[in-house]
């Protein structure tokens, strides 16, 4: 599949999850180029209709921009008792609802408003699908006091860690962290791997995202918009 037609699939998508956000909502918005799609369409709905959401929390610095230049009032996560709905791009999505996150490095914010939303919908194209987890690197973000212990640990443990980088220099994420990309295809084990990432003293956290979706919209390539929702 060739970036234009993903983008029209990205963007078929994100008018089906938009079409969905009631009035009221309490409404997490995630990070990426689908997402990105997702708020050009609840702009709209705003100015044509009048969508009215009682708070809107993002994970990142340009879809807050991007929510603001549409009109909305962007809070912190911290501000809002809970969130009723987020709606969120995904890197891979298996058939049991789990994922894999943080392509754009924002996973740990991604993680933080997830779990705080009551229901967490995805927003993905036909070839972020897969049978098992795996087919693409798996961003672990670590504090910069013990990365180098946590790159060499990983290495050891055959995990085959490659650093994110910006250029020359290694990629930044918004709490001044770095992040490591594990290159493991498939994952044999997600939750044995997530349980092990979890007790690594200085990995921040990781991109897993298991028994985090609740709803899935999937544009597939022969223009059906399938909404998949966890039994
Ligand atoms: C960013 C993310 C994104 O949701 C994920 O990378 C999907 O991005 P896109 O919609 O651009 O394909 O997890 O950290």
């Not at 990426?32 to 993002?58: C, H, M, N, P, Y």
């Not at 993905?124 to 987890?133: A, N």
């Not at 999937?218 to 909404?227: G, K, L, M, R, V």
Request: with cysteine; glycine share 8%; aromatic share 6%.
């Amino acid at each position: 599949m060739d970036k234009q037609e993903q983008d029209k699939l990205k963007q078929k998508a994100a008018e089906k999850a938009a079409s969905l956000v009631e009035n009221g909502t309490k409404l997490g918005v995630g990070t990426g180029s689908t997402v990105a799609f997702l708020i050009d369409e609840l702009g709209k709905r705003k100015d044509q209709e009048g969508l009215d959401l009682d708070a809107v929390v993002t994970t990142s610095s340009r879809s807050k921009k991007q929510l603001e230049s549409c009109g909305f009032k962007v809070s912190e996560l911290a501000e809002v008792d809970h969130l009723d709905l987020t709606i969120d791009g995904a890197d891979r999505f298996a058939s049991n609802f789990d994922g894999i996150k943080g392509g754009g490095g924002a996973l740990t914010l991604e993680k933080n408003v997830a779990v705080n939303s009551e229901r967490n919908m995805w927003i993905v194209d036909e070839s972020k699908l897969v049978d098992q987890l795996g087919d693409f690197p798996l961003p672990v973000e670590v504090l910069p006091i013990s990365c180098e212990q946590n790159f060499r640990l990983f290495k050891e443990d055959g995990l085959k860690p490659q650093w994110r980088m910006n250029g020359e220099k290694r990629f930044v994420t918004h709490y001044g962290n770095y992040i490591i990309d594990l290159n493991i295809d498939p994952i044999p084990d997600p939750y044995g791997l997530a349980d092990y990432l979890d007790k690594v003293v200085g990995v921040v956290e990781h991109g897993l995202f298991l028994e985090v979706c609740d709803e899935v919209i999937i544009a597939h390539s022969n223009c059906q918009i399938e909404d998949r929702k966890k039994q």
